[in-house]
C-alpha cells in the first residue's frame, strides 16, 4: 500500500490513518526546549545556572548524574541516553510505518558508539575507560549487547574494523575506508570518524523508506533531508581539509538533493556550490551564522545551522502532513537529537572553563 499525497492527500488521509501518532509527535516536539529555555540556557551565568534551567525538562535525569567529577564525554553519554528513552517510546506507541523509521534511527546511538570505541582507540585509552564511555543502554534496548561486548575487545583502530566485518556489522565497509583515511590524515582522525561514520545509519534510513511496506512522501521527505544536511556537512568539510574526490566518493550517500548531484558539486568552486544549495535550510541557516564563503569559518558552525535546518524542516513536515505523518515522527526526533547535541555542548563548554562570552557568541547563533 503506498502512503502519502498518491494515497489521498495530506492531512485528511493521515488523520483518519495515522491519528495516533499526532498527539505522540506533539508531545515530543512540546518537550523540546524552545527559544526562551534553549536562550537560558547559552546566557547562564555558571554552570549551575544552565544545569539549573534543564532541572525541570526532559534532560532532568541527566542533570542529576552531573557532579564534579563527571567528564564531559560522560555528560554526553547522559544526555544521549534521555533521546533514546523519549524516542524508544515514541516508537512504541506509533504505527508500523512511523515505528520502523525510529526503530532505524536508532542504529545512530550504535553508531555513535563505534565512534567512542575508535576515537578512544586512536587516543590510546584503556578498555576500563572506553566501557565508562560507551552508551549500553542502547545496546541492551537493541538486543545488541553482543556487538558492543565484541568491539570493546579491539586492540586498535585495525582490529576494530575486522571485528566488524566478522560481525558482518553495516559499518564495516565504510569504516575500512574511514581507517585508511586516519592513516594518512591523523591529525583530522576525530573529525573523520565523528563525520563520516552517519552515512551507515542514513543508508539504513533509506532502505526503509524504498521498502515494499513504507513508501511514505512525509518520510521520504525527511530522509531526503538528513541525507541532505550530511551531505552538505561532508561537503564543506572534505574541501576544507583538500580531500581528493575519490577518496570522498567513499563517504557520501547517493540520495537526496545534493547527493544526486554530489560528484559534480564537489568539483565546483565553492562560491557556485553554496549559490546552488542557496535554498537549501541548512545553507539558509548558515548564510545567517557567517560570511559562508570562507570555509574556516563554516565548518564549525555545522552542526548549528543543521540543527536550526532540522527544525525548520520539521516544522513544514507538521504543515504539510500532519503531526500524524511518519516523517514528522522522524524529524521531531532527529531535533530532539540534535538539541541534546547542542545543550550538551553548552554544558560541556561551561565545565570546561570556556569564557561565557565566547559560549555566547558562538551558540547564541541558534537563536
Known amino acids: 500500500m503506498s502512503i502519502g499525497l498518491s494515497s ?11 491519528g495516533i501518532i499526532g498527539p505522540k509527535v506533539r508531545g515530543a516536539r512540546a518537550k523540546l526546549l524552545g527559544k526562551d529555555r534553549l536562550r537560558a540556557v547559552i546566557f547562564a551565568e555558571s ?5 539549573g534551567v534543564l532541572r525541570d525538562t526532559i534532560y532532568r535525569s541527566a542533570v542529576e548524574k552531573i557532579s564534579k567529577e563527571t567528564s564531559p564525554e560522560e555528560v554526553t553519554k547522559e544526555f544521549k541516553t534521555v533521546v533514546i528513552q523519549n524516542l524508544v517510546s515514541l516508537a512504541a506507541s ?3 510505518q ?8 536508532l542504529m545512530k546511538f550504535e553508531i555513535e558508539n563505534i565512534k567512542v570505541v575508535a576515537k578512544c582507540l586512536h587516543e590510546g585509552k584503556e ?24 568491539i570493546l575487545g579491539a586492540r586498535d583502530l585495525e582490529d576494530l574494523g575486522t571485528k566488524l566485518r566478522e560481525l558482518f556489522h553495516p559499518a564495516a565497509e565504510v569504516f575500512e575506508h574511514i581507517v585508511r583515511l586516519v592513516k594518512s590524515r591523523p591529525q583530522l582522525a576525530t573529525c573523520i570518524i565523528d563525520t563520516m561514520l552517519d552515512r551507515v545509519y542514513i543508508s539504513r534510513l533509506y532502505t526503509v523508506t524504498t521498502s515494499i511496506l513504507m513508501h511514505d512522501n512525509s518520510a521520504t521527505e525527511a530522509v531526503n533531508a538528513i541525507a541532505d544536511f550530511y551531505n552538505i556537512s561532508l561537503l564543506l568539510r572534505a574541501r576544507l581539509w583538500n580531500l581528493p574526490l575519490d577518496v570522498v566518493q567513499n563517504f557520501y550517500v547517493p540520495y537526496g538533493n ?11 568552486p565553492i562560491v557556485r556550490v553554496l549559490e546552488e544549495l542557496s535554498t537549501n535550510p541548512m545553507i539558509s541557516a548558515l548564510q545567517t551564522m557567517v560570511k559562508v564563503t570562507e570555509l574556516e569559518q563554516v565548518v564549525p558552525k555545522l552542526s548549528l545551522a543543521q540543527y536550526k535546518a532540522a527544525y525548520t524542516v520539521a516544522s513544514s513536515i507538521i504543515s504539510r502532513y500532519s503531526a500524524a505523518s511518519p516523517g514528522a515522527a522522524l524529524m521531531i526526533a532527529h531535533v530532539q537529537d540534535l538539541e541534546a547535541e547542542l545543550v550538551t555542548a553548552v554544558i560541556r563548554c561551561f565545565m570546561e572553563g570556556v569564557s561565557k562570552s565566547l559560549i555566547r557568541s558562538h551558540f547564541g547563533l541558534v537563536l
Do not use: Q, W
Open 47 to 51: 554552570l549551575d545556572d544552565a544545569l
Open 94 to 96: 506509533c504505527p508500523m
Open 8 to 18: 489521498g492527500g495530506t492531512h485528511g488521509f493521515y488523520l483518519s490513518m495515522m
Open 98 to 105: 512511523a515505528r520502523n523509521l525510529l526503530v532505524a534511527y
Open 258 to 268: 545534493v547527493g544526486k548531484n554530489f560528484t559534480r558539486l564537489y568539483s565546483e
Open 127 to 150: 578498555r576500563r575507560d572506553i566501557e565508562r564511555l560507551v552508551n549500553t543502554y542502547i545496546a541492551e534496548i537493541l538486543g545488541r549487547r553482543h556487538v558492543l561486548t565484541y
